[in-house]
């Protein structure tokens, strides 16, 4: 698959929001239409080589579903469908909302669990993202000091997120874009 696949988990819809914006920086020609993954068959996101995945942090930092309290199903019930499979040669982007003010103390935190479920399974994970900007005391979404994705809060920093968008595309696309051209 030569184009970009865009997955997202969300609870009450600013995930989404973000993934359309995605799409809309990066156009038709670059990516697909976001899609919801608790309306996604792992066939479908398996199709790509090169994903770009969005999820909300919710209960205390874990991946988000059912059991976080969120109303729909999301990552947590789509992750099991992956056992087995083989992601290498695959590459992932990441971005994580959260609330840095609120939740200062697990800001973004379901990010690590997003990131260690494709690295597990053999993906390259691409993306990770500066710390600098945000003010929180702890994210376990952080690795080496950078966040393992793009982390973005649309609640106390809406302001700062096209910003964002546009220069974490600006640099994952080339590093999705191998992938891209292996594919075609
Ligand atoms: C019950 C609840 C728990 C939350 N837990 C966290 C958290 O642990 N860390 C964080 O950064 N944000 C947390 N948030 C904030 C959400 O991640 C944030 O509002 C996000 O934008 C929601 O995305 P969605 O609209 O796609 O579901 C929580 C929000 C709620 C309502």
Known sequence: MNKIGIFFGTDTGSTRLVAKKIYGLLGDSLADKPKNINRTRVDELLHYDALILGTPSYGMGELPGLSTGCLEANWEEFAPYLDGFDLSGKRVALFGL???????DRFASSMIHLYRLFYGYGAEMVGQWITEGYQF???HAIIDN???GLALDQRTQPHLTD??????????TTQLLPAIAQAA
């Open 137 to 139: 005391k702890h994210s």
């Open 146 to 148: 950078q966040f393992v």
């Open 163 to 172: 910003e964002r968008l546009q220069m974490w595309l600006a640099q994952i």
């Open 98 to 104: 959260g609330n840095q003010e609120r939740y200062s």
